[in-house]
């Protein structure tokens, strides 16, 4: 079966401090995505990249940026986090354009 | 990108037939029609896609109008399990994109 694994269920962070949120897939799929979830809001795209080291803005990138060193990692930073960037972080992975996406179970981010 | 337009919510009991619409009536030729659900506390998972003709698979029907601007996605047999956001996507054939999530269809399944 295809995992994809984000690295917390749930986080806690303070306001102003450095984010990292990191996601795995094991199926060395080319395209990886970061969203947030809100009540009312519905899944919006921050990031997403269809190769390492390539990335593409998403609908609502301002205050993120991402990291796509190896195929099977994808980062979301916060460089500075804060408390409207409280939120559920969804990660997903798919091969290519028009197969599949598999997400991961997300996380929950409180920013204190 | 092509826009979609899904009920805020659904109700049907269990054990009936339950029929999704979407429209996409700006779809573009090469625009596949993908169907995704978010069971409570879970990320979202695949369901479905096509182009033109109906699809089935063990999950749910796909069926899609003849001019493709709207689309069904049709769970033949309702259980509790089945109780989901649902989301109707518009995807390019080609080219890297994406994936744009609408707010989707609320479904209640009453027991």
């Known amino acids: 079966d295809v995992k994809v694994t984000q690295s917390s269920r749930y986080l806690v962070k303070r306001t102003g401090e450095k984010v990292f949120l990191e996601c795995v897939q094991d199926m060395d799929h080319e395209n990886m995505f970061w969203y947030r979830q809100d009540p009312g809001l519905g899944l919006r795209l921050i990031y997403f990249s269809y190769d390492v080291k390539m990335k593409e803005k998403g609908d609502i990138p301002e205050g993120y940026s991402v990291s796509r060193e190896k195929k099977e990692r994808f980062s979301l930073i916060l460089e500075s986090a804060s408390t409207n960037q409280t939120s559920m972080y969804l990660c997903?992975?798919?091969?290519?354009?028009?197969?599949?996406?598999?997400f991961g179970q997300g996380t929950r981010l409180t920013v204190v | 990108d092509a826009k979609t337009t899904q009920p805020n919510s659904m109700e049907s009991n269990e054990e009936e037939p339950v029929h999704l619409p979407c429209n996409h009536s700006t779809i573009s030729g090469t625009d596949y029609i993908h169907w995704y659900r978010q069971l409570p506390s879970q990320g979202p998972e695949y369901v479905i896609h096509g182009l033109t003709s109906n699809v089935n698979n063990r999950m749910a029907s796909l069926a899609i109008a003849e001019d493709r601007k709207s689309s069904t996605l049709i769970l033949h047999r309702a259980t509790l399990r089945d109780a989901a956001v649902y989301y109707c996507i518009l995807r390019d054939g080609g080219g890297a994109d994406g994936l744009t999530f609408g707010k989707g269809t609320h479904l209640i399944i009453q027991p």
């Open positions: 997903a992975s798919r091969w290519g354009s028009n197969t599949e996406a598999f």
